[in-house]
T-cell receptor, first 114, second 111 residues
Framework: KAGVTQTPRYLIKTRGQQVTLSCSPI?????VSWYQQTPGQGLQFLFE???????NKGNFPGRFSGRQFSNSRSEMNVSTLELGDSALYLC?????????????FGEGSRLTVL | GNSVTQMEGPVTLSEEAFLTINCTYT??????LFWYVQYPGEGLQLLLK?????DKGSNKGFEATYRKETTSFHLEKGSVQVSDSAVYFC??????????FGTGTRLQVFP
């Protein structure tokens, strides 16, 4: 059974640019969550999607957005990149909406903003 | 609000030593508690969980007991191996709410 797949694994952008990250969940999983991981802040919750609807949202500015498609694949977008957006972005999927914590993580997309 | 506090690392141990990583939480109601592990270059993996007070989660020789009276969920292992070197995250979650993670504790085990 394939795991959670994130693309691209590594990318470098410059300030002011935008970036789109992709996440393919485990087959059959309908919930996708996104987290930002940095050495100083640890894991910060960005948002969660379930059946194409945003169910929860963290405390990030509007430059961070996401969406989920009918096949449960998800994308997140960051516009007007800032140096502080450099981080590992982790996607996690889960089977059902109601099971908090049963998350399966991808390996992440490491974004460097220069 | 809900939060998780973990001991700062790195924790450095020799192989076969006893491991404890402290985790305390603040939450309303009765959250579920989790330990996740992140090996170098990989995403997080669920290590163990406990869903109610006095439950003990266990996996791969690791154990943690849900202590409501001390709001703690400390991770323990009797004899660590070099292969246990990783970052360990304590987390809590309730119902359909998001999972809240601690800042992580890096464990380094030397032969």
């Amino acid at each position: 059974k394939a795991g959670v797949t994130q693309t691209p694994r590594y990318l470098i952008k410059t300030r002011g640019q935008q970036v789109t990250l992709s996440c393919s969940p485990i087959s059959g999983h309908r919930s996708v969550s996104w987290y930002q991981q940095t050495p100083g802040q640890g894991l910060q919750f960005l948002f969660e999607y379930f059946s194409e609807t945003q169910r929860n949202k963290g405390n990030f500015p509007g430059r961070f957005s996401g969406r989920q498609f009918s096949n449960s694949r998800s994308e997140m977008n960051v516009s007007t990149l800032e140096l502080g957006d450099s981080a590992l972005y982790l996607c996690a999927s889960s089977l059902l909406q109601a099971i908090a914590g049963e998350l399966f993580f991808g390996e992440g997309s490491r974004l460097t903003v220069l | 609000g809900n939060s998780v506090t973990q001991m700062e690392g790195p924790v450095t141990l020799s192989e076969e030593a006893f491991l404890t990583i402290n985790c305390t939480y603040t939450a309303t109601g009765y959250p579920s508690l989790f330990w996740y592990v992140q090996y170098p270059g990989e995403g997080l993996q669920l290590l163990l969980k406990a869903t109610k007070a006095d439950d003990k989660g266990s996996n791969k020789g690791f154990e943690a007991t849900y202590r409501k009276e001390t709001t703690s969920f400390h991770l323990e292992k009797g004899s660590v191996q070099v292969s246990d070197s990783a970052v360990y995250f304590c987390a809590l979650g309730r119902d359909t709410d998001k999972l809240i993670f601690g800042t992580g504790t890096r464990l380094q085990v030397f032969p």
